[in-house]
């Protein structure tokens, strides 16, 4: 037996009634890029933010150069309000050197959190192209394993950074609260 993968070579190929092609497929768009894809940058943002290397990576973004598979981005990072599917897989494609020159030249103290935010979203970044393979290999699926063990690793480097649903409900809470004293200042000055 093979250890191929793919779409003809899985435990479903000889069962009667099944169909390998009608089986589930993960969805990369919502899955990856606007799922993943959207949490990392939000959590990079903040990273470079706090490092005060944001508009070293704003630069390097808008510096990007037309090369074979990769989309000069018509806007600057931040100037994107809406996000397509092809501006996210270019997104993939690019944004590890876009870090790696945004963080390049660490102060003594920065030198292990570069390194650490570099190897989390490399870790992101190779199991996105694994996933994105037709079929998988035993060997294809142990890489994407430990890609996804490295990230998992790492990815508290971008901890503080990331919203959670309680830090929300509160930020939530808290913009309610100020409308709610607005208005009655509105209304006690009419």
Sequence with gaps: MSDNLGIGHNIFHRQDRVSASDL????????IYLGLFKHMMDSIEG????????????????????????????KAYREVTQWQAKEKRN???????????????PGGA??????????????????????????HTLDNIAYMEDYSDKFH???????EFRVTK???????????EIRRQRSLMREGAA
Excluded: E
């Excluded at 290397?53 to 018509?74: M, N, T």
């Excluded at 997104?91 to 030249?105: E, H, M, S, T």
């Excluded at 309680?166 to 309610?176: C, F, G, L």
């Design 24 to 31: 589930y497929k993960p969805d990369m768009l919502h899955t």
């Design 110 to 135: 920065q030198a292990i959190p570069f390194k650490r935010a570099l190897g989390c979203v490399r870790a992101l970044i190779d199991f996105n192209m694994m996933a994105q393979y037709r079929s």
């Design 91 to 105: 997104l993939g494609r690019c944004i590890l050197g876009v870090l790696a020159v945004a963080l390049r030249q």
């Design 47 to 74: 990273f470079l933010k706090k490092h005060r290397r944001l508009q070293a990576f704003i630069d390097v973004w808008k510096a990007l150069r037309p090369y074979p598979g990769i989309l000069v981005p018509k």
């Design 153 to 159: 690793r790492m990815k508290d480097i971008f901890l």
């Design 166 to 176: 309680h830090t929300q409900a509160k930020v939530d809470k808290q913009r309610k």
